[in-house]
């Protein structure tokens, strides 16, 4: 995001904001919306991406086994409704499954 485009690493202090910042974030919508939402998926997803940035490389790897997970679990309940919704052969469905069976 907006924050993410002014970090520079000359600034470790706006590198401390903006994790903070989206942990702050994250914290709010797993509360909100559970820990399997695409946009706590999302926020997590951007939390590993600052991490890796910041060198925090160990927590960043942790962290994104539990995205690929979420991520993964968020698609196969998306398929799930679109079979039900749609049926199977569905474009809508065919290009989720597909999407679940690239991660």
Same mark, same amino acid.
């Given at each position: %995001?907006?924050?993410?485009?002014?970090?520079? /690493? $000359?600034? @470790?202090?706006?590198?401390?904001?903006?994790?903070? +910042?989206?942990?702050?974030?994250?914290? %709010?919508?797993?509360?909100?919306?559970? @820990?399997?939402? /695409? $946009?706590?998926?999302?926020?997590?997803?951007?939390?590993?991406?600052?991490?890796?940035?910041?060198?925090?490389? $160990?927590?960043?790897?942790? +962290?994104?086994?539990?995205? +690929?997970?979420?991520?993964?679990?968020?698609?196969?309940?998306?398929? %799930? +409704?679109?079979?039900?919704?749609? %049926?199977?052969? $569905? @474009?809508?469905?065919?290009?989720?499954?597909?999407?679940?069976?690239?991660?």
């Amino acid at each position: %995001g907006l924050l993410a485009q002014q970090v520079t /690493k $000359d600034n @470790p202090e706006k590198w401390e904001q903006a994790e903070a +910042m989206t942990r702050e974030v994250l914290a %709010g919508q797993e509360a909100l919306n559970g @820990p399997v939402h /695409k $946009d706590t998926v999302n926020t997590r997803e951007h939390l590993v991406s600052l991490l890796v940035k910041i060198g925090k490389q $160990d927590e960043a790897l942790a +962290m994104k086994h539990e995205v +690929m997970e979420a991520k993964a679990q968020v698609l196969q309940d998306k398929v %799930g +409704m679109f079979e039900e919704m749609y %049926g199977a052969n $569905d @474009p809508r469905t065919i290009g989720t499954r597909a999407k679940l069976k690239s991660l």
